[in-house]
């Protein structure tokens, strides 16, 4: 058959104008992994509006083979995520998120877990944008980067120095080392001119946090130091793996 539709449980990840005067949404299903479909209607149109960015629910999608057209037909949220676009620091949260996404090609493949990690950070992102909780929302990117780079096998090492391949407790991590993308120790650390420095606590919280479902961690609190420098980690760890600049990074707010 030339035509077939679909239906199925869908994240907005992003959505942009075309010159045809239609948008393109791109989606993100357990599915189908990574969707691109055209949004036909003018601008008060109310499938545009529903099908914006970072809204999740069930997405119909009409596919034409003969004309190599994706059609989303009908889009009806479950969850809107609205704190997070009064928020521009939320705002860049979430874009990161997509963009990595796109970056990665949802996690290389892995499609239902990319989906619900995405809908669990943006669930933390808005939870964070309600309350001005600029902490929580910090350790919601890390946590988000770093559970994505696990997922794709990329994650960071902390019982061995990436440098010299040393042994090592969490309280022999001294650094992380932006050139080696991995965490070293007190010796090696002086030979890495852009290590990021590590407060004690910051790797004890990641072994926490993995322990727990996404909600339960990102509460698990720490110190505002050891946050920043995890957070530093797990964005240049999150550039490396994506293996382009990205561009949501720029602008200095996630």
């Known amino acids: 058959m030339a035509t077939r539709s679909a239906s199925f449980e869908a994240l907005i990840l992003r959505s942009k104008e075309v010159p045809s005067g239609a948008r393109v949404a791109t989606l993100l299903s357990a599915e189908d992994g990574v969707v691109e479909a055209f949004v036909f209607g003018g601008g008060k149109s109310k499938l ?13 999608i009409y596919r034409d083979a003969a004309k190599g057209l994706v059609k989303l037909t009908d889009f009806d ?6 704190a997070v676009r009064g928020s521009l620091e939320a ?12 970056a990665t090609s949802a996690l290389g493949g892995d499609w239902p877990d990319a989906l619900e990690l995405t809908v669990a950070a943006l669930a ?13 929302l910090g350790r919601a990117v890390s946590l988000f980067a770093l559970r994505a780079l696990d997922a794709m096998g990329l994650g960071p090492d902390s019982g061995e120095c990436r440098s010299c391949a040393g042994v090592m407790g969490d309280d022999a ?16 650390a002086g030979r890495e001119p852009d290590a ?13 946090a993995a322990r727990r479902p996404f909600a339960d961690a990102v509460r ?9 420098a995890l957070k530093a980690c797990a964005l240049d ?10 561009r949501t990074l720029k602008s200095g707010l996630v």
């Open 48 to 60: 545009r509006s529903l099908a914006s960015p970072w809204h999740y629910g069930r997405a119909w």
């Open 77 to 82: 949220p479950e969850r809107e995520f609205a």
């Open 173 to 188: 991590i001294h650094s992380y080392s932006r050139r080696s993308g991995g965490f070293v120790c007190a010796r090696c």
């Open 91 to 102: 705002i860049a949260a979430a874009s990161f998120a997509s963009e990595l996404m796109l």
């Open 220 to 228: 698990v609190g720490l110190a505002d130091e050891a946050a920043r």
């Open 196 to 208: 990021i420095p590590l407060p004690p606590g910051a790797v004890a919280w990641l072994g926490a």
């Open 124 to 136: 933390a992102f808005d939870e964070a944008a309600s309350r001005g909780d600029q902490g929580l």
């Open 237 to 246: 760890l999150a550039e490396k793996a994506a293996e382009t600049p990205l």
